[in-house]
């Protein structure tokens, strides 16, 4: 709320235009806050995405040529941030920041492979240490495995390597970004995360035919 006034050169003499307030807009170019909120939400700081794999590293030695893999992020990967209210020019603000779209970059043998991934709300099992929560059992289901022509398959969530040897994932989770101020909710550009880790693909050299 403002009050107008005039006052004369010397301040001598003070006169109030408006008996009342006057109510400014939050979008008023003169207080807009939507340039400071922008600021706001650069800084604010993500969740660092954790890559998960299975076969996980350790096990097996590694992921294995000609069997599918599951490339997931930990759970607290995959989470909404509520950044604790910050007053800005006289409004309390609020940023919401929830991941909304996961992908994950494959190189590894001379190749270049973007595999997209599904976070919807039902593919997280309750103490899961992955998200999305991989499929029970799919690498028993035959379907599961790729012809060996195709170079590097994949399917949501899921990639066949096809050669040995070491490589990259890149793991990209992109935010939806919204502010809320007085009532008002804004929408902001999305922000996007992420992070590099390295993967190692060996051949499976014995098979245990009695279990």
Known sequence: ??????ESLNRDSIVTLDRFPVVVPITDPIVDIRTDVAELVLSLRLPTPVLST?????????????NPA???VTPG???TVVAPPKWIRGWEVTLIVRPVTMAFTVEQGGRTLTIACDP??????PGS???PTEPVGFTDQANWFDPPDEPLPARACSWTPRAKGPGNVTVAITYDVRASAGGFLFQFAP????????IDVTELRTVNLRP
């Open 1 to 6: 709320y403002f009050w107008r006034r005039c």
């Open 54 to 66: 299975l076969p996980e590293p350790d096990v097996y030695y590694g992921l294995k040529v000609n």
């Open 70 to 72: 599951w490339i997931s």
């Open 77 to 79: 990967s995959w989470r």
């Open 120 to 125: 919807g709300d039902e593919r997280y099992v």
């Open 129 to 131: 240490n992955r998200f």
């Open 191 to 198: 922000r996007t995360n992420t992070a590099v880790a390295p």
